[in-house]
């Protein structure tokens, strides 16, 4: 049973994802072990080692995580063979991806920061006219300040959230702001998915 460990400590999102990627597309290891320092880093190997078919486990070491990733070596997801069906469906499903709000503040505008705060929460509001339109909401920088405890806007986001649209919350926003442990709506990600989301959705829709 093949193991690795791969040392994360103080890097910078998402290199601890794209090192856990690259080690699993180039070695596909039976076990992972990914040690990181900070919550962001943790939540974002575990849910990328979960969509690659990994069982995943924590353990605290002082203020290091050890993210240990677990599967059986036959069970690779990578080394199944799609059939002309399945990949006619996945192109099916890339097609039919749908927009991606880009929220980069707290507010809409400039000028006004009182004034910005209703717009967005008006903005916010407004954006279940777009129906099934609506596939994802990226808070980065100033935006994940609207997911956390305490925002006029964290009510808006939840009952989206609630309706089936993704929101993902840049970690290292969260962490620079001191607010990580106060977020209370969408999951934590990296500049990964965020870049990957932008790729993936058919228009977006950016804050300004």
Request: proline share 3%; charged share 25%; glycine share 8%.
């Amino acid at each position: 049973m093949s193991e690795i460990t791969l040392k994360c400590q103080g890097l910078p999102c998402p290199q601890p994802v794209l090192k856990s990627k690259q080690c699993i597309e180039s070695n596909t290891p039976a076990i992972i072990k990914v040690i990181v320092d900070n919550d962001p880093a943790r939540e974002n190997v575990s849910r990328f080692l979960n969509t690659k078919g990994y069982t995943v486990s924590h353990e605290k070491r002082g203020k290091e995580f050890i993210v240990t990733g677990a599967r059986d070596d036959e069970s690779c997801e990578q080394c199944e063979i799609m059939s002309d069906e399945q990949i006619g469906q996945v192109a099916t499903d890339a097609a039919q991806q749908k927009a991606c709000v880009f929220i980069t503040g707290n507010t809409v505008g400039t000028g006004d920061d009182m004034l910005g705060g209703k717009l967005m929460l008006n903005f916010l509001a407004t954006l279940p006219e777009m129906g099934n339109d609506l596939w994802r909401i990226i808070l980065v920088n100033g935006g994940v300040k609207l997911a956390v405890e305490g925002s006029d806007c964290l009510e808006k986001l939840q009952e989206l959230e609630s309706t089936g649209v993704s929101i993902l919350v840049c970690g290292t926003c969260l962490e620079h702001f001191k607010l990580t442990d106060r977020k209370k709506v969408g999951e934590t990600t990296n500049m990964l998915d965020v870049v990957t989301s932008l790729q993936l959705a058919s228009k977006v829709i950016q804050t300004a």
